[in-house]
């Protein structure tokens, strides 16, 4: 069956001509108008992806956001009209796995949409053994990662990260090359590197994993146990 994307935007002309699109591509769609109609129907219909307007009557998109995320790891691009550097990375902090910026062409928010769908759902050879730095286990094959046997929430994005990290620790791992390795079909800044593994330093704290995670200062990041 074909992935579902749930479209959440207000403008009724937008939303249709993303819907057009999506399904075009051989994508089934669903709508919401609003934030808590966007909750209803992620909880009701379990998208594979969900297109997020930040800008909302009612529950903001970014409260939505935060919302999902508490819930699972399903993966979302936001769409916003706001170009503005700050809203995007508050956006990436709080979980989001890409964004578009208004006015975009919908050919590129579904170029966006099957890079984020792959990313999600690439696995890697059934012969690829879990990574284990310190406490932490990273099961590539499985997408899962965990800190004392506990799983992380992690989104496709943070996952992807944190498993290039782990597969050669010590080292330290520009932005650049992070970024490479976590979206490599996006368009995003490398701050978003920082949005994201802020997130991650956070859940790898939450589950006994602190000081796992290293800020190489003017190179970027390691993983490292016991450092």
Same mark, same amino acid.
């Not at 709508?31 to 969900?50: E, K, S, T, V």
């Not at 006015?103 to 966006?112: C, I, K």
């Given at each position: 069956?074909?992935?579902?994307? /749930?479209?959440?935007?207000?403008?009724?002309?937008?939303?249709? $001509?993303?819907?057009?699109?999506?399904?075009?591509? #051989?994508?089934?769609?669903?709508?919401?108008?609003? =934030?808590?109609?966007?909750?209803?129907?992620?909880?009701?219909?379990?998208?594979?992806?969900?297109? /997020?307007?930040?800008?909302?009557? =009612?529950?903001? =998109?970014?409260? $939505?956001?935060?919302t999902v995320r508490g819930d699972g790891a399903t993966p979302v691009i936001l769409v916003t009209a706001r170009a503005e550097e700050t809203d995007q990375i508050v956006g990436l902090e709080l979980g989001a796995d890409d964004y578009v910026v208004k006015?975009?062409?919908?050919?590129? $928010?579904?170029?966006?949409v099957r890079a984020v769908l792959r990313r999600a759902t690439s696995t890697l050879e059934d012969t690829e053994r879990p990574v284990r730095v310190g406490p932490l286990e990273v099961d590539r094959r499985g997408? $899962?990662?965990?800190?004392?046997?506990?799983?992380?929430? /992690?989104?496709?994005?943070?996952?992807?990260?944190?498993?290039? /990290?782990?597969?050669?620790p010590g080292r330290a791992f520009s932005r650049e090359e992070l970024l490479a390795a976590a979206l490599p079909d996006s368009d995003a800044l490398e701050r978003v590197v920082d949005a994201h593994l802020a997130s991650v330093r956070r859940k790898l704290d939450a589950a006994q #994993? #602190? #000081?796992?995670l290293h800020t190489v200062r003017g190179v970027g990041y390691r993983l490292e146990a016991g450092a």
């Open positions: 069956m074909s992935a579902l994307i /749930l479209i959440v935007e207000d403008e009724p002309q937008l939303a249709e $001509v993303l819907e057009a699109y999506a399904r075009q591509e #051989g994508y089934r769609t669903e709508r919401a108008a609003d =934030g808590n109609a966007a909750l209803h129907a992620f909880r009701a219909l379990n998208p594979d992806l969900i297109l /997020l307007d930040i800008m909302l009557p =009612g529950r903001s =998109g970014l409260d $939505v956001l935060r006015p975009f062409r919908p050919r590129e $928010v579904m170029a966006r997408f $899962v990662a965990r800190v004392h046997g506990e799983t992380l929430n /992690l989104t496709p994005a943070e996952f992807r990260l944190l498993s290039q /990290l782990a597969e050669s #994993g #602190g #000081g796992l």
